[in-house]
């Protein structure tokens, strides 16, 4: 009798302890609809160990009231504001927000999106899903 026994290497970005994600932000996903020629781009890196989401969020084309970080289920629905990442920005948000283990959940999930309002669109002129980046082998 032959017998093999082979290990197989668990890999993949559950095993990280940085996760990264990333939000493409315009106006085709706001709820209600908006209309606008704004965009912008978030890049994000959750710690898995100390909770905390790094991000770094550009936008042009618009003078936004804030830029939110918020939740939703279903995740295309308008949900609430988990936190105000700054008020009255002008081209560039960065900072860090510690997430407790459901809002960890949520972001793993594509729950969580950047909200951009104005006051014109009070409930957000520009909007991105944050999900996370594609794992490379």
Known sequence: MLGFVTSCKEEGPHKDDIVKFSAVINSAPTVPKATSSAQGTG???YN?????LKYNVNFQNITPTSVTLNVANPAWERGP???TLSE???GQ???????NTEQ???LVVGMMYINVPTE??????IRGQI???????
Do not use: C, H, R, S
């Open 104 to 106: 960890q959940t949520q």
């Open 81 to 83: 504001i988990i936190q």
């Open 48 to 52: 898995k160990n100390t909770m905390e």
């Open 43 to 45: 890049v994000f890196e």
């Open 93 to 99: 948000v960065t900072g860090t927000v510690k997430l």
């Open 131 to 137: 999900i996370a980046d594609k794992f490379e082998e």
């Open 120 to 125: 014109q669109n009070p409930y957000g002129e």
């Open 88 to 90: 009255n920005p002008t």
